[in-house]
């Protein structure tokens, strides 16, 4: 199998439909928790959802490690790095998914 078909393109960027659905249960889990405690307090549920959501932002920043590796190549001699990086010098960053 190509490394190129284990990902699904969303929002014009890869990512590992295993991850993208792990993070959605977090986030959705955390909110829906932090909304029922809303609930039961007789607290503001805006706050406590926005809190909720925050925390499940948190959660999935600590399980899903990025996959991206970022390169910075610069092809040609030049002491300028602003053109040694722009990509009609022959320079740039690429991305990758690995």
Do not use: H
């Not at 190129?4 to 955390?30: F, H, K, M």
């Not at 029922?36 to 948190?58: D, E, R």
Request: charged content about 15%; overall charge negative; some cysteine.
């Amino acid at each position: 199998m190509d490394d190129q078909d284990q990902y699904i393109e969303v929002w014009n960027d890869l990512v590992s439909p295993r991850d993208l659905t792990w993070s959605l249960v977090a986030c959705g889990g955390a909110t829906a928790v932090a909304l029922i405690l809303a609930t039961v307090l007789s607290g503001n549920l805006f706050g406590w959802g926005l809190a909720g959501s925050v925390a499940g932002f948190i959660i999935c920043a600590v399980i899903v490690a990025p996959k991206r590796t970022v390169r910075i190549v610069a092809t040609d001699e030049s002491s300028d790095p602003a053109s040694a990086a722009s990509p009609a010098a022959g320079g740039g960053v690429t991305r990758s998914a690995s």
